[in-house]
């Protein structure tokens, strides 16, 4: 599975879509995803090839 960064500038505007907290880069169980910041929030989106998936449906929720 290979990783693709997303644009720096996409990076910049990108925010949850649940809380609209920033999100920071992570690795999860699948690979690449985007995690909430917020503390009561915490989701992590996946991205799938250079594409953040940011649909709150299919979010992982903090353990």
Known sequence: MSESTIE???REILRCPECRAELRDATGPVGQELVCTDEGCG???R???GIPVL???EAR???
């Open 8 to 10: 720096p500038w996409l």
């Open 61 to 63: 929720r903090p353990a």
């Open 43 to 45: 989701l992590a989106y």
């Open 55 to 57: 649909l709150v449906d």
């Open 47 to 49: 991205v799938d090839e």
